[in-house]
Nanobody
Framework: QVELVESGGGWAQPGGSLKLSCVAS????????MGWFRQGPGKEREFVAS????????YYVDSVKGRFAISRDNAKNMVFLEMNSLKLEDTAVYYC??????????????WGQGTQVTVSS
């Protein structure tokens, strides 16, 4: 049974930091590109960041470049999203996703259930 379980969401002030984690099970994690997506209030889900299976290639949406960092630990079947200099507009449910075929996680086969991130003063 495939599972992606996110954690680390919560509340932060503008300018603050949070680190999201996602632990995977039920598939060969090291063979998959991994990504983070988010869906803000009243918005469509959007791509945030992705990382190739070996961690060598990383991609970010322009709005988070220089603030967010994606990483992975294949030994622990985990992917992370470190979020710094948080802005109000980063408020969203953040989802972990896995794609067997692309580093950019264009068409994820698997999704997590999401973790809420709220940025407010």
């Amino acid at each position: 049974q495939v599972e992606l379980v996110e954690s680390g969401g919560g509340w932060a002030q503008p300018g603050g930091s949070l680190k999201l984690s996602c632990v995977a099970s039920g598939f060969t994690f090291s063979h998959y590109g991994m990504g983070w997506f988010r869906q803000g209030p009243g918005k469509e889900r959007e791509f945030v960041a992705s990382i190739s299976w070996e961690g060598g290639n990383k991609y970010y949406v322009d709005s988070v470049k220089g603030r967010f960092a994606i990483s992975r630990d294949n030994a622990k079947n985990m992917v992370f999203l470190e979020m710094n200099s948080l802005k109000l507009e980063d408020t969203a449910v953040y989802y972990c996703a896995a794609d067997r075929y692309t580093d950019t996680v264009n068409r994820p086969q698997y999704w997590g259930q999401g973790t809420q991130v709220t940025v407010s003063s």
